[in-house]
């Protein structure tokens, strides 16, 4: 099978709405103009491979290549984000956090990302949707290990 335009555009768009970014704030990272990433998200266009890694670069993930036999299992597919957790990572809340975690690590837009990646990751052998206050234990737990890990010789 070949690349799956339409899936691609969804991909790009569900990790740019995560990490509640503009389309012209990762056209710009990218290099690419707004008009390209946005037909990219809407399924049209053949993006070269280096514009699909520029991409993945300022959404903060790497890009993946894969090739197969013909009639090869494709392999386990990409997990799906929750709506929950795409909803929960637009409020308050998660800005909040990652915007003091940010205080502690440096660059927001990196934190952002490791929170909302760390919350999906977390939730899915759930296979379920999470309510907000299930997210906001979760993303307590990892505030609490990310800005104040442990001493790494074992004590608190």
Known sequence: ?????????????????ALGRTVASVA???????PYVANLENGRGNPTVAALDRLAEALGTRLVITMAEPGADEGPAAPVVPASLLEFARGHRFRH???????LLGDDRAVRT??????AGAAAPLGRELPETDWQRLLDAL?????HPADRRGGP
């Open 28 to 34: 710009t990272d990218a290099a690419l103009s707004v």
């Open 114 to 119: 490791r929170l909302f990646d760390a919350l």
């Open 143 to 147: 505030v609490l290990v990310m800005g």
């Open 97 to 103: 956090a990652a915007g003091a975690l940010a205080g």
């Open 1 to 17: 099978m070949s690349v799956d335009h339409a899936e691609l555009g969804r991909r790009l768009r569900r990790r740019r709405a």
